[in-house]
């Protein structure tokens, strides 16, 4: 774990090019999640609501 923080934080130069560069790849890392988790929820939602519609005909056709 040092070694990788090692990597991407500035040293006594301060190499803010590496810091820019590690931000960014969590910035993007927790884009993508929010992203990912937002496709999940939907589609759970979008399959709730075809639950209902489904039974909803189903009760149409029995009666």
């Known amino acids: 774990m040092n070694k ?3 990597n991407f934080l500035p040293t006594n130069r ?3 090019n590496k ?3 590690f931000e960014s790849e969590i910035l993007r890392s927790l884009i993508l999640l929010w992203f990912f988790f937002k496709i999940i929820f939907k589609r759970r939602n979008y399959l709730n609501s075809f639950d209902i519609y489904k039974k ?3 009760l ?3 009666n």
């Open 4 to 6: 990788i923080l090692r």
């Open 14 to 16: 301060l190499d803010f």
């Open 19 to 21: 810091l820019i560069k």
């Open 56 to 58: 909803k005909l189903q």
């Open 60 to 62: 149409d056709l029995n």
